[in-house]
């Protein structure tokens, strides 16, 4: 089975074949194998070293995190771009979204608040992973829209910027 993923800009082909001990993926010229661990986790074997990945699917977007380094993969449109790029917000330098579904684990700032570009504002934890969201720019915390403990997507900013 070949299928085709946008991540970025780019535009990743992959081939996947079902064996015996796994699926083997094939990714330009690598080779993984892959077995699920249990339902959104998985190990990956490349060259006699195994990660473990997790794997979750919203809407027309996968997240894998892999060792800490999140990727965002969308399924593209007939016209080659990215199904989800219209929802995405990478141009928003005033609201700051979880980088993929989960809940919120601390938020470390407050409303009123001056903040610097780059500035950690809030952890976020996905797929047992605590992801450190920062500051896109700098500004006034204008609100915040989700308290500690609470589930986020992908949809709603976890906080507004006034810049």
Same mark, same amino acid.
């Given at each position: &089975?070949?299928?085709?993923?946008? %991540? ?41 070293? +195994? ?37 995405? %917000?990478?141009?928003? +330098?005033? *609201?700051?979204?979880?980088? &993929? ?12 608040? *001056? ?5 950690? &504002?809030?952890?976020?934890?996905? &797929? ?14 204008? *609100? ?20």
């Amino acid at each position: &089975m070949i299928n085709q993923f946008r %991540h970025k800009e780019e535009t990743i082909e992959t081939k996947a074949n079902p064996g015996a001990s796994g699926v083997e993926v094939t990714v330009g010229e690598n080779k993984y194998l892959v077995t699920e661990v249990s339902s959104g986790k998985y190990n990956v074997l490349l060259d006699g070293v +195994k990660k473990t990945v997790y794997c979750i699917v919203q809407n027309e977007k996968s997240y894998l995190d892999i060792d800490g380094l999140l990727l965002e993969l969308a399924i593209p449109s007939e016209d080659g771009t990215s199904a989800s790029a219209a929802g995405g %917000h990478a141009g928003e +330098k005033d *609201k700051i979204f979880a980088p &993929m579904p989960g809940k919120i684990v601390k938020l470390l700032v407050k409303e009123g608040e *001056k903040v610097a570009e780059k500035q950690p &504002m809030v952890i976020v934890e996905a &797929m047992k992973m605590e992801n450190q969201v920062n500051s896109p720019s700098a500004g006034t915390v204008k *609100k915040i829209n989700f308290k500690d403990g609470e589930q986020v997507g992908t949809e709603i900013p976890i906080i507004e910027l006034e810049i």
